[in-house]
């Protein structure tokens, strides 16, 4: 289900996404994630692009798990960021800039001042490098603090599809 919220966002943020679609629904498909229009996306050619997205957002919603808004998608950007920062996985600083670029789409002063703290953090690791284990330290409290204070969806273990 993973690999299908994924691809929910990307096609909230506008990527192309239409030739993958048949394949991912082939997997969901394979691994137990199943509904009428999962099973038509994966008879698809990677040709029919536009059909595939429709019967993707179809499928979704058949899932319980809708084709998010932009502010939805990137919402879900950030709470993945954060989740890897915890998690020790990938370039936290990477990580905490990704955070901030995506809270400046929201117009909510709420979510702006969380990017505008983890871009502070994002300086913090490189004005001082002898001080990144502390910089590091904190963009994980701060990342938990986001997520607990956003509803943060499933944790990257429970990976289904």
Known sequence: MERLRDLAVRLAMDEPVGDDLAMAAA??????VDSPSLR????????????????????????G??????SGARLHLMRAAAAS???G???????????YWQSSYFPSEKL??????FLHLYADCGAA?????????????????FLHDHLSPPRPSTRAG
């Open 129 to 145: 490098p002898d001080r990144t284990e502390e910089a590091v330290a904190a963009m994980k409290e701060a990342a938990r603090s």
């Open 27 to 32: 997997h969901a498909l394979a691994r137990g």
């Open 112 to 117: 702006r001042e969380v990017g505008y703290r």
């Open 40 to 63: 038509e996306l994966a008879g698809l050619s990677k040709g029919q692009s536009r059909e595939a997205v429709d019967l993707f957002r179809q499928a979704m919603e058949e899932l």
């Open 65 to 70: 798990s809708p084709v998010p808004d932009e």
């Open 89 to 99: 996985e990938g370039d936290p600083e990477d990580l905490a800039h990704e955070i």
């Open 85 to 87: 920062i915890i998690d």
